[in-house]
């Protein structure tokens, strides 16, 4: 029980510490906003590791963060082949391919008003099935290697990046427009110079949640059907073994890629679209 009273007194300081950043006056500053996800992150790692090892919790159930961290650094090499076949191949690949495929589509639907009304319908109906369907489909139509995880991919970013775009396209208002066609602009200067900063924000937020769907995507493809590596393929495989320490290994591997993905797209926005309100300081 004691280690489970230390667990309790590392939450009630942790709680504190938050409180204390949150209210300072720096809660605004680069340092405070990262400090409070810093701590609340170290707290649930020490609560974790207090309240498995008070417990005496089975590392079947739920291995301790020591335990995860010892099976990460023997297995660097193995969840690097692991990293490189799911998300370098798989992940980005299809990304790339399903969002530049969604913008080059979202030009012609903006373009044709009739696809507006017949292919965002079909995008919204695409958008429902269930990756779980569609994934075994894909894997019998390509293969087993990263070609049939990067469409599955394709398939998962391709309507949310065109919806967002199209979206965005549509943002301009009826006097913008307007002074564009007092200046004789073209339609296509009109894109280039008004529309498409216009639709910056927008485009980046189809990004952003590409660069989720895209990892997720990746790894669940791989459970119907993969090579003997990639990390959907290490967790089914490591489940059927019990090395439920692998599994959090591998489960941290894709929390850091998604949260660096996440964050390069991220940065690029602020670079780009500095001029938006969303990123004024």
């Keep these: 029980m004691g280690l489970v009273i230390a667990a309790?007194?590392?939450?009630?300081?942790?709680?504190g510490l938050n409180v204390a950043v949150a209210n300072s006056r720096r809660s605004d500053t680069l340092a405070?906003?990262?400090?409070?996800?810093v701590v609340f992150g170290i707290t649930v790692i020490v609560m974790w590791e207090l309240m498995v090892r008070g417990l005496e919790v089975s590392p079947v159930i739920l291995p301790a963060p020591t335990a995860i961290a010892a099976t990460f650094a023997a297995e660097t090499e193995t969840l690097w082949g692991d990293f490189r076949q799911t998300v370098m191949k798989g992940a980005l690949s299809g990304f790339v391919i399903g969002c530049a495929a969604a913008f080059a589509a979202s030009l012609l639907v903006d373009r044709v008003p009739f696809l507006q009304r017949g292919l965002l319908p079909i995008g919204n109906f695409v958008a429902a099935l269930p990756i779980v369907g569609?994934?075994?489909?894909?894997?019998?139509?390509?293969?087993?290697?990263?070609q049939s995880?990067?469409?599955?991919?394709?398939v998962m970013v391709f309507f949310p990046m065109l919806v967002?775009?199209?979206?965005?396209l549509a943002d301009t208002g009826p006097m913008q427009r307007d002074l564009m066609k007092t200046y004789s602009a073209s339609y296509w200067q009109t894109l280039w110079k008004l529309r498409l900063p216009a639709a910056m924000p927008f485009i980046f937020n189809g990004l952003k949640i590409s660069t989720t769907l895209a990892l997720i995507g990746a790894i669940v493809a791989e459970y119907f059907g993969s090579p003997t590596r990639g990390m959907g393929f290490r967790i089914s495989t490591e489940v059927g073994r019990l090395g439920i320490d692998m599994v959090w290994a591998e489960i941290t591997v894709a929390a850091i890629a998604g949260s660096v993905f996440y964050g390069l797209v991220a940065a690029i926005e602020r670079g780009l679209t500095f001029w938006h309100p969303s990123q004024r300081t």
């Design 149 to 154: 995880k990067a469409a599955v991919v394709v």
């Design 134 to 146: 569609i994934a075994p489909i894909l894997v019998g139509w390509f293969g087993f290697d990263w």
């Design 164 to 168: 967002n775009t199209v979206s965005g």
């Design 32 to 37: 405070g906003k990262i400090a409070v996800p």
């Design 8 to 15: 309790l007194i590392v939450w009630g300081v942790g709680w």
